[in-house]
Nanobody
């Protein structure tokens, strides 16, 4: 059974930094895509950043220049380094894994940017 679990987040001051982690367990293909999405109440889930099996990265407009996605060599853990955080970055951040034709989501982790 494949599981995806996020960690990190919490309360961060404006202008601060934090790093989210997401670990995948179970039987997955190594050439997978892992992504971070975020969602606030009443809005659709939006892409923050993604990294493909080949290492190609994609960023949503809100993340460009401030966030960086990376992954471990085993392609089972993905990280999201978030810098210069703003109150509008407050959201639940979800990890997404696409392994072949299958998609898995984590439970989400709350990031609150506030003084």
């Amino acid at each position: 059974q494949v599981q995806v679990a996020e960690s990190g987040g919490g309360l961060v001051q404006p202008g601060g930094s934090t790093r989210l982690s997401c670990a995948a367990s179970g039987r997955i293909i190594s050439f997978n895509t892992m992504s971070w999405y975020r969602q606030t109440p009443g809005t659709e889930r939006e892409l923050v950043a993604a990294i493909s099996g080949g290492g190609t990265t994609t960023y949503g407009d809100s993340a460009k220049g401030r966030f960086a996605i990376s992954r471990d060599k085993a392609h089972r853990t993905v990280y999201l380094q978030m810098n210069n955080l703003k109150p509008e970055d407050t959201a639940v951040y979800y990890c997404n894994l696409r392994s072949g034709q299958l998609t898995y989501w984590g439970q989400g982790t709350q990031v609150t940017v506030s003084s």
